[in-house]
């Protein structure tokens, strides 16, 4: 698999030119405990994925979400025991009632519409239990704005030790 070409193929739905570094998965794991129930959506080819299975207790706590059938195939074969889902992060989330700890997330929200965003948010949150948390990583602040009328705190962290540098925001639900 080539990252560089299913950028350039689709720009909207990768978001980056290369997988997330590790410095970039350390830092968007760090706070999830070992008991910790997840959702990942946007996994992409599994950078963070592969964090996360080393940091939970077992890798059934996991649950990831991603379209790219690419992917679902690599997540699949890389990750056995974890609930690997080829579907659109949306839809399972307006469609299922289950609520995590942890919903984490590679998604480049800053190319969808607001509306789409706006969406997204609000469904994330409705899915996190209280106290949960929505990790994810951008490379702006576009959203920051919009996830602090939704989260209760939001907190930014900055990654330059990846390509491109990027942003994480760590937002909770009370």
């Known amino acids: ?20 570094s ?66 659109d992060a949306e839809r399972v989330l307006s469609q299922t009632d289950r609520s995590y700890d942890f919903i984490v997330s590679g998604i480049p929200f800053a190319g969808m519409t607001a509306d789409k965003r706006a969406r997204m948010f609000s469904l994330i949150r409705d899915r996190l239990k209280p106290g949960g948390a929505f990790i994810m990583f951008q490379y702006s602040i576009l959203t920051r704005g919009e996830l602090k009328k939704l989260f209760s705190s939001v907190k930014t962290d900055f990654t330059p030790l990846n390509v491109p540098p ?8 009370q």
């Open 22 to 87: 590790p410095r970039l998965a350390k830092l968007m794991v760090s706070k999830i405990p070992s008991n910790a129930q997840v959702l990942e959506i946007g996994p992409g080819s599994g950078a963070i994925t592969e964090r996360l299975i080393k940091r939970l207790a077992r890798p059934e706590q996991l649950t990831t979400v991603e379209t790219d059938a690419e992917f679902v195939c690599i997540l699949s074969q890389r990750f056995p025991g974890a609930n690997v889902v080829q579907d």
């Open 1 to 20: 698999m080539n990252w560089l070409i299913k950028f350039f193929k689709s720009p909207r739905e990768i978001g980056s030119v290369a997988p997330s």
């Open 166 to 173: 990027a942003f994480v925001f760590t937002c909770t639900k």
